[in-house]
């Protein structure tokens, strides 16, 4: 089975070799190459602007970058680090508001979680802002649990 495969594979190419004047190679696709810059530029502001789907899905603000980031992982590295440093965030934001939760027994958590809040909003708009000029990105006080 295996050099009946090769032999197919070999008379393919000399098929396109002799008869369009193409090599193997040229069927390969780089897509690091293919995709244009602009693109890569709005998929690294849309997978920090994705975040807010958190407020429209359960747990849309954790799916989304990480579905970014699993489609664009071999395709851009600028979308996928984008992606990883919105998921990072995410992540990091559910531990602050849990212990912002927790701190409402003391009264401090009517003013962490709008704190915590209005704070995200800021910044995952300034993430968005800075992507989308191709800057690479990285959110203050985030645990980086993916790298």
Known sequence: MKGL??????????????????????LLVDYNEQLPEEDK???GMLAHLSTFLGAVIPVGNIIA??????????????VSSQAKEALNFQISLLIYYFIA??????????????????TSLIITILAALAANKGEDYKYPLTM???K
């Open 5 to 26: 495969l090769i032999d197919h594979i070999l008379s393919l190419s000399v098929l396109l070799n002799n008869q369009m004047k193409m090599k193997m190679d040229d």
């Open 41 to 43: 530029r709005l998929w």
């Open 144 to 146: 980086r649990f993916i």
């Open 65 to 78: 970058p990480l579905i970014i980031m699993s489609y664009y992982q071999n395709k851009s590295k600028f």
């Open 101 to 118: 939760g927790l701190s409402l027994l003391v009264f401090v958590g009517f003013f962490l979680i709008p704190f915590i809040f209005i």
